[in-house]
C-alpha cells in the first residue's frame, strides 16, 4: 500500500498508523452522531410538538398520529431509491458479515443514507432507536477512512469496529460500552490487537461528542441519558439475599421477553416480504399500521382509562409512549417513582402490560416493513416496562420493593438477551444511569435473561439474519472450544509408509495403486523421520529424467513434526498452518518416534463442527 510505505519512511510501521486513523474515526463519527442526534430531534419537534397545539393530536386529529408515521416510511422509500439509489440501505447485520469474512467493504455513502433515513424514521415516530444506525454509520466512516488512506484489507474489519465504538460512545455516551459491544458482538475478538484503536476511538468519540455539545448548549451539559438524582440513587436498596429470587425471575421473564422480539421481527419481516405490494410502499404500510396502534393505546388508555387527551402529559413525551425511541418514557420509569404512584395499581399494572406488548408490535412493523433504525432503545423501553411490572406485581404480593428499581435492571437484562451480549449490557446500564447499586443485580438478571434466550431459541437478533445468509457466526469460546480437543477424538486414517532409502520411484507405485499423496517416512528402527507431501511428488515429476535417480530422503520433509495423541487442536491447526499440508503424523507422545496413524485437516475440521453443534 502507497500510503503505508509513505508511513514506513516516516518511521510509522502500518499497526501505528491503525491508532492515528482511529483517532480520526472517532473525531469523525463523533460529530456525524452530533448530527444524527440533532437532526432526529428538529424532525420530531417540528413534526409532533409543532403540529400538536395546532391540529389536536389527541383529540379531533388524532387521526394524524397515523399519517405522520406512514409519511415518515414514505419519505424513506423515496429517499433510498432517488435520492441514494440503493435497494435496502445498511444494516448492523451486513457489518458484522463484513466483518467476518474479512472484506470491510462498506460504501462510505452508507454513512450519509443512514442518517437521513434513519432520521426520518425515529423523528416521524417509527418505533426504532439510534443506536443501531450509529453502528453502521460509524461503519461506513470508518470505510471511509480506510480507502482514503488505502488501509490493507486485513486491517478494514478492525477499522469497522473503531467506527462502531465511536458510534456507540457518542450517541449513548457509553465509551466503555461501546468498547465491549464492539469486541463481544461485532468483532468477536479481544485480543490486545484490536483493543487498542477500538478503546481509543471509542475515547475521542465521547470526548469529540462533549465538546460539540457543550459549544452547542452550555446549560446543559451531555450526560448520562438516563442518570439518577443522588437521592434518588442513596434511597435504592442494596441486593440482598432475599432479593435475589426477585431478580431471578425478573432474568426468566426479560429472557422471554427477548426471545419474543427477535421471533416476531423476523417473522414480521417474512410477512411483508412475502406481500403483494411494491417493496417501495411497505415502510409506509408499517407507518400506517403502526399509527393504527397508536390510535387503539390513545383511546384505551387516554380516553377510557385515565380520561385525559394523552396518557403519558404532552410536557412529558408528545409522542405516543411507544412511538421513536421512548427515551423520556424510560427516563420516568427507571427515575420517578411517583410514576407507580399516581394512579391505581391496575392502571399502571395494565398500561406497562400493554406498552410493553405494543413496543414489540411497533418495532416490528417499523423495522420489519423496511424501516431504518436500531433494536437497542426498544430493547431498553421493554426492559424498563416489564421491569416496572414486575415490581408491582411483588408490590401486590405485599414485597417492599421499587419498581423503578426493577425497571432500571430490566433495560440490561432485555438488551442482553436481545443480542446475547451479556457483558456489554452490563456495562452500558452503568453508564447510561450512572447508578452503580444496580451493578450486583444487573449481573444476576442479564446472564439469566441471556441463558433463557440461548435456550429457548439459540440465535441473537443478528445471528439469525446471519444464519439465514449461510453466514456461520463463531463465538468467543471458539478458540478456547478447538482447546479443549485433543487429537485423540478425532478418527486416524491409516499412515502409508516409506522409507528414506527407497526409490522415488515406489512413491510413484503407491500413488499409483491407493490416490494418495502424503506419505510418512520412517527409519530402520520404526521411528518417524519426515514427510513426503503430494507438492513435492509433483515438483519432482517436472524433471522426469531424475525420477529414477532420487530417493525418498532427497524429498521428505523432515520439519514436519509428528503430533501426540494429547494436543489440543487449536496447536495442531497452527501445525497445519505452518507445514501447509493437509495430513500430519500421530504419535503416542511428543517424543514418542513411533506413528499410529495420521490425523487429517478436513477430520479435525468435521470434529470441530460437531462440537459447534453441541455446544450451540
Known amino acids: 500500500m502507497a500510503f503505508g510505505r509513505g508511513m514506513g519512511r516516516l518511521g510509522l510501521r502500518e499497526d501505528s498508523f491503525l491508532l492515528l486513523a482511529a483517532v480520526l474515526i472517532g473525531v469523525v463519527t463523533a460529530a456525524a452522531a452530533v448530527g444524527f442526534h440533532q437532526l432526529i430531534d428538529f424532525i420530531r419537534d417540528h413534526l409532533y410538538r409543532g403540529l400538536g ?72 415516530g417509527g418505533s426504532a432507536g439510534a443506536e443501531g444506525p450509529i453502528v453502521q454509520i460509524g461503519a461506513g466512516i470508518a470505510a471511509g477512512v480506510g ?270 438477551a436481545v443480542v446475547h451480549a451479556p457483558l456489554a449490557s452490563i456495562l452500558i446500564l452503568l453508564e447510561l444511569t450512572q447508578d452503580h447499586k444496580i451493578i450486583l443485580p444487573a449481573m444476576l438478571a442479564t446472564v439469566i435473561a441471556t441463558g433463557v434466550a440461548r435456550l429457548i431459541f439459540r440465535d441473537s437478533i443478528y445471528t439469525l439474519s446471519l444464519r439465514l445468509r449461510g453466514v456461520r457466526v463463531g463465538t468467543l469460546s471458539d478458540l478456547s472450544l478447538l482447546r479443549r480437543l485433543t487429537v485423540e477424538q478425532v478418527p486416524l486414517e491409516p499412515a502409508m509408509v516409506v522409507r528414506p532409502d527407497d526409490p522415488f520411484q515406489a512413491i510413484l507405485d503407491l500413488c499409483d495403486r491407493t490416490g494418495r499423496n502424503e506419505y510418512v517416512v520412517i527409519d530402520g528402527k520404526q521411528r518417524y523421520v519426515g514427510m513426503v507431501v503430494g507438492e513435492d511428488i509433483q515438483t519432482a515429476l517436472l524433471q522426469r529424467e531424475a525420477v529414477p535417480l532420487l530417493l525418498v530422503r532427497d524429498l521428505m520433509r523432515a520439519s514436519v513434526p509428528a503430533v501426540p495423541t494429547g494436543e489440543d487442536l487449536a496447536s495442531v491447526l497452527d501445525v497445519f498452518a505452518t507445514c501447509n499440508v493437509d495430513h500430519l503424523p500421530v504419535s503416542t507422545s511428543r517424543n514418542s518416534g513411533n506413528v499410529l496413524g495420521v490425523i487429517s485437516r478436513s477430520a479435525l475440521m468435521k470434529r470441530y463442527q460437531k462440537a459447534l453443534e453441541e455446544n450451540t
Open 53 to 124: 397545539p395546532r391540529v389536536s393530536l389527541y383529540g379531533k386529529g388524532i387521526v394524524v398520529l397515523v399519517v405522520l408515521p406512514a409519511a415518515g416510511g414514505l419519505a424513506v422509500s423515496l429517499v433510498s431509491r432517488y435520492v441514494f439509489r440503493i435497494r435496502q440501505g445498511l444494516s448492523v447485520v451486513d457489518v458484522i458479515e463484513s466483518v467476518i469474512r474479512s472484506r470491510g467493504q462498506i460504501s462510505p455513502v452508507s454513512a450519509a443514507e443512514k442518517i437521513l433515513t434513519s432520521a426520518i424514521t425515529i423523528g416521524s
Open 147 to 416: 480507502q482514503l488512506f488505502r488501509i490493507a484489507r486485513e486491517h478494514m474489519p478492525l477499522l469497522i469496529g473503531c467506527g462502531s465504538a465511536a458510534g456507540i460512545s457518542a450517541i449513548f455516551n457509553a465509551p466503555i460500552g461501546g468498547v465491549l459491544f464492539t469486541l463481544e458482538v461485532i468483532l468477536l475478538d479481544f485480543s490486545v490487537r484490536t483493543f487498542g484503536p477500538v478503546v481509543l476511538a471509542s475515547v475521542m468519540a465521547n470526548v469529540t461528542t462533549k465538546t460539540i455539545f457543550g459549544w452547542l448548549d452550555p446549560a446543559h451539559p451531555y450526560g448520562a441519558i438516563f442518570a439518577l438524582g443522588q437521592q434518588e440513587v442513596l434511597s435504592q436498596a442494596e441486593l440482598s439475599l432475599s432479593h435475589v429470587g426477585n431478580f431471578v425471575v425478573l432474568g426468566v421473564m426479560c429472557g422471554l421477553v427477548g426471545v419474543g422480539l427477535t421471533r416476531l421481527m423476523y417473522f414480521a419481516e417474512e410477512r411483508f416480504a412475502k406481500l403483494k405490494l411494491a417493496k417501495f410502499w411497505r415502510p409506509a404500510l408499517g407507518g400506517a399500521m403502526l399509527g393504527l396502534l397508536g390510535v387503539i393505546y390513545v383511546v384505551m388508555f387516554g380516553w377510557w382509562l385515565l380520561d385525559r387527551p394523552k396518557p403519558v402529559d404532552f410536557a412529558v413525551y408528545p409522542l405516543p409512549a411507544f412511538f421513536s425511541d421512548g427515551y423520556p418514557i424510560i427516563r420516568q420509569l427507571v427515575s420517578d417513582s411517583s410514576f407507580y404512584r399516581g394512579n391505581a395499581k391496575q392502571h399502571v399494572m395494565l398500561l406497562l402490560a400493554f406498552l410493553c406488548l405494543a413496543k414489540i408490535v411497533g418495532t416490528c412493523l417499523t423495522l420489519g416493513s423496511g424501516g431504518s433504525g436500531g433494536i437497542i432503545a426498544p430493547s431498553l423501553f421493554l426492559g424498563a416496562t416489564a421491569g416496572g411490572f414486575l415490581g408491582m406485581i411483588l408490590r401486590i404480593f405485599g414485597l417492599e420493593v421499587q419498581p423503578n428499581a426493577y425497571a432500571l435492571v430490566g433495560m440490561g437484562a432485555v438488551l442482553a
